[in-house]
């Protein structure tokens, strides 16, 4: 019984889907006498949480006295843009409530269990969590290794190449293109290395499906962009640039930003990205940017777009570098799905399989 | 009403698959009175065509009189193995043929028709026609061609890569293993490369589910294979090895046969190949042998299996040479499986973008 309503406590949960930025999914679900008497989930970044929500939009707010909360994710227990969700639980006289997935940021997890139980609130835990913490893959990652969730996406022919020697190849179908915009408004930020941003010299921009759309982020040690000032990156000010360089140029437009890291590693990389409260990262190549987060074995999950095409020769393979691989990197979690006359596929990385 | 008979027809013929060998897949169905009275296939090479079968197997002869055959190939009108198929038609008085598809040998196209119309047998041609092409893709481009069909299969990782360095490194799992086997039986011979014989040291057999199992070709100019006598090919005598070669070693098994072509470029080699009668190559590669197809525009349909793996770094990637590269190839009949945890992607060649 607890399973089913937390299962349509995570349907809910889905409602805010590209709309909470950094915030969590999160559904909730309000039951008297087996009877479910309200609904609420968290529906945009600085509005009211799912627990709030389920309790002001009940049409019976005389039964929630007593009544029980399934709720996704553990009630808040700090003041933040909102009152504390644990507060408004206590002040409801809810008298029990089911949660799926403790908070998993560390300094905080349990905390509101815990307040709500010295409280005189029954809390049952660990109904649906693997499902609930599927929501939140980026948000659970980054509070758990305080770096962002890493995409790494690719688009590639049959046989496994990127396009002709340093010249936009364009591989894959409208159909993908649309698909690939949509698909960036999942992540905060999109990240290039210097050699696409010129060669490709992309808009990286999302669909505009989010209010909350993708930051740009280029690697580019040397500034070798910074003598390219038409490209469409410093053109374009819908989105942030962020470009992580040892160069100083002056002159640059507003939205663009320059970092200088401590060192160019993709550790130290991820670490001020997630400074900036990036809490999800579009990796979208090249070949030597790719192969660097491989390298450093950060990454969770790998989109590859693969056209109807064959390039063959000399041209330029995927994931590609001068390093010497010793052994293999086994993905699990695979999806496989037709776009247009291309092919996507998705995996995450199996973490028994690699070290960290 | 003739496309549902043919329909029937083409059904038919897929009984004899695996088993005509050289010969193609014929279904036939003979019709009086909107009744079916008949119906055969070529079963087995060597053994009575399809349109002799449905003669012979009809259970009310006396019915045969004036009746309608359906054929998904144009009657053969010489004695082979087995007499004129156009002498049973005659002999059997049926008063109506309907062809699906001229013979693709250009030498004999269209006089089975035409001897049955001199004899006064009325003759209905064209009656889903690119479907019965379909049944036999490999004997319809070897007798218009003269050369075998030719099917490039690759197994990668999801960066396109093969393997390690110059080691048999193991991508897809036990299910593509079997898979394979069983497809390799489709095709009258496997090709592969010397470095591919040596580094990976494969069988190269099918999985006896043909009575006609491919026979094993090798191109290997230098002849490097020779000084490997212990190979997994030379001590293997479940079917024959022909090995393309400029050298000529002595006290070879007696499986093993030498060619010693004019020149090693692919025309040469598939021209030699067809003279062997071999019809369909199945090409395992590696990298170089599949790019030189590629660069030859000498082949029909790519089969890549890709392993939810990844390689990265300085991995051999699929279909490479030091060949520059300046323009893609484009790819139709799209077709995608998930077999175990590996992913099957089969495509054509689009005769449209490419010159032969």
Redesign the interface.
Known sequence: MHEKYMSLALEEAKRGMKHTHTNPLVGAILVKDQQIIGRGAHLLYGHEHAEKNAIITCQTPEKILNSTLYVTLEPCNHQGKQPACTQAILEAKIARVVVAQLDPNPLVSGKGIAFLEENGVEVISGVLTSEAEKLNPAYNLFHKKQRPYVTLK?A??????LG??NQR?S?TGPEVYEFVRRERDNYQAILVGAQTAITDNPRLLGSETSLFPPQRIVLDRRGRVFDKPDLTLFKDESAPVIIFSAATPDNLPKHVTILKPKDFSISTILSDIADFGIQSLYVEGGAEI??QF??ASLWDE?I?Y?A????????K????????????????D?S?Q?IG?D?R?S?RRDESCLLD
Do not use: C, M
Not at 317 to 327: C, E, I, K, N, P
């Open positions: 690719q590639v022919s049959l046989d496994g190449k002709l020697d190849t591989l790719h192969d491989l390298e790998l590859t693969q109807p095409i064959l390039l063959g020769g000399n041209s393979a995927a994931f590609s570098s001068q390093r010497q691989v010793l052994s293999k990197v086994i993905l699990k695979i496989i037709q006359q092919i596929i995996a």
